[in-house]
């Protein structure tokens, strides 16, 4: 059997083969509430054989949106549309996990279809927070700095969050430290300049993301599991970097967090990342090697053989497919085929299988 279609166990939960699909916002929601877009996209590629499918990120709070039309998970009444999704994700063998965020200073933005601009309070946009007063780029607003009393009431909606997450079905929860938002920002020196215990050495910044994942360790079932995307490097200098990253993740190993899903960059604007197939894949493989951690791979991985050849050569332990299942959300049915590995197909399709 290949590698990609091996099965992985996590904690008590069992995924079909290594195939994850990464979160990717749809910018559909109403209020934060799922509807039949959600559905179909996400069920989809349910259909399509992915072992593990993650929802796009959640917001644990409104003004922890990137637009007014991010999913959310910050009222009880979020549950019972998200309930529906997991429900027919695990009618097609597949796992539903879900994406915990707040975007910080990256939020109040409109969709991308409309320019990704900021809104104004009568825009339906409202004030943005962050670890310190300062902007993404001249294009952002201001945020305000959190106080430990802001800060505290962020790590509280993440709990409370897990625990509506765990009621509306979702079985894997990965929390959000990547991409410029908001944990991220605490973590990097270009973004965060406090001077209290949550700023300035190494220890203080990471303090935000270890006591969100205390938050949701308390309101999430222990033999479920908890994965949590990290941009590995800021790609700059003075910036996060791959060797802070390692030190993280052997932290976040000893507070039981099962997976790194490692991507990079976005905290930075305007930053020169050499993009590449599988550009992000070392950073994987290094803080697996340094800590013994599973980690999963994201990254322009496009192909069956890429997706194999990273598994092989112990690069990570699941790899995660984000465009490419956009184009194709049946990657993992044609990834059989390319690999020549049989694997059951939905039984309303199975005419087609051949």
């Known amino acids: 059997m290949t590698k990609l279609f091996t099965p992985l166990t996590i904690k008590s939960i069992s995924l079909k083969n290594r195939i994850v699909i990464s979160p990717m916002c ?14 179909v996209h996400l069920g989809s ?34 549950i019972q549309n998200l309930k529906r999704i997991t429900a027919f994700i695990e009618t097609q063998g597949a796992v539903p996990a879900i994406q915990l965020a707040h975007a910080g200073r990256k939020a109040s933005c409109a969709q991308p279809w409309k320019g990704g601009t900021l809104l104004k309070t009568e ?6 927070v962050a670890p310190s007063a ?13 106080s430990v009393d802001g800060i505290e009431d962020v ?6 969050a897990a625990k509506r997450s765990y009621q509306a079905g979702f079985k894997v929860v ?5 991409h410029g938002y908001l944990l991220h920002e605490f973590l990097s020196p270009k973004s965060n300049l406090r001077t209290d215990e949550y700023g300035g050495s190494f220890e203080n910044r990471i303090r935000i993301v270890c006591e969100v994942v205390k938050a949701v360790k308390a309101n ?38 099962d997976l790194i899903d ?4 976005g905290n930075i604007h305007q930053v020169k990342i050499p993009i590449t197939p599988g550009y992000q894949v070392p950073f994987a493989k290094q803080i697996k090697a340094e800590t013994g951690i599973l980690t999963g791979a994201v990254g322009l991985i496009t192909d069956a053989t890429q997706a194999e050849s990273i598994l092989l050569n112990n690069d990570a332990d699941l790899v995660l497919i984000a465009r490419e299942s956009l184009r194709d959300p049946y990657f993992p049915l044609h990834a059989a085929k390319a690999l020549n590995e049989q694997i059951d197909w939905p039984l309303q399709y199975e005419r087609a299988k051949k």
């Open 26 to 39: 749809q910018y559909s929601a109403e209020d934060g509430y799922a509807n039949d877009w959600h559905l």
């Open 45 to 78: 590629r349910a259909v399509g054989g992915a072992g593990l499918i993650i929802s796009e990120a959640c917001a644990v709070l409104p003004e922890g949106r990137i637009t007014p039309n991010d999913l959310g998970i910050w009222k009880d009444d979020h």
């Open 123 to 128: 825009e339906e946009g409202w004030d943005t």
């Open 134 to 146: 300062i902007a993404f780029n001249d294009q952002y607003s201001l945020p305000h700095a959190l």
């Open 155 to 160: 790590i509280d909606a993440f709990g409370a």
């Open 174 to 178: 990965e929390i959000h430290a990547a």
């Open 220 to 257: 999430w079932p222990e033999t479920f599991p908890i994965f949590i995307r990290i941009s590995a490097t800021d790609w700059v200098e003075g910036g996060w970097t791959i060797d802070e990253s390692v030190a993280l993740s052997k932290i976040l190993k000893s507070l039981e967090v």
């Open 262 to 265: 490692c991507s990079t960059g």
